[in-house]
């Protein structure tokens, strides 16, 4: 009795650590874990060039939307997902065009609905 007690505390405990590593590994909970730490990460499928991507930057959540000709993305069409929070600086953007062209370097990148951070000088 005692050691069947052990066996299902052992396999129960092995069931929570499986789910806790594919919470954690789960690429939506990075974008959202990433998003409340203010860093950079980037969600998308590089062979799937209909599929849009999610990036998330300074706590700013884009979307983009990737548009092909010949199976080779050539425009990114990037906007923020809530609409309220648009003030993005010029390195800021520098930067995320800089990562996305690292990808896509064929792409043009167009922001829409954004706003110029003031300097605070």
Not at 51 to 66: S, W
Not at 87 to 98: R, W
């Amino acid at each position: 009795m005692k050691w069947l007690l052990l066996i299902v505390l052992l396999v129960f405990l092995l069931y929570g650590l499986f789910r806790i590593l594919s919470f954690l590994m789960n690429p939506q909970q990075r974008l959202k874990l990433a998003q409340k730490r203010r860093t950079f990460y980037l969600l998308d499928q590089k062979d799937n060039i209909r599929m849009n991507l999610l990036l998330t930057y300074k706590g700013h959540l884009l979307e983009g939307e990737k548009y092909a000709v010949a199976n080779e993305v050539d425009h990114i069409l990037l906007f923020p997902t809530n609409p309220y929070n648009t003030k993005m600086s010029k390195q800021d953007k520098a930067y995320i065009e800089q990562s996305l062209l690292s990808i896509y370097p064929k792409a043009k990148i167009d922001w829409t609905r954004f706003k110029e951070a003031e300097k605070n000088t």
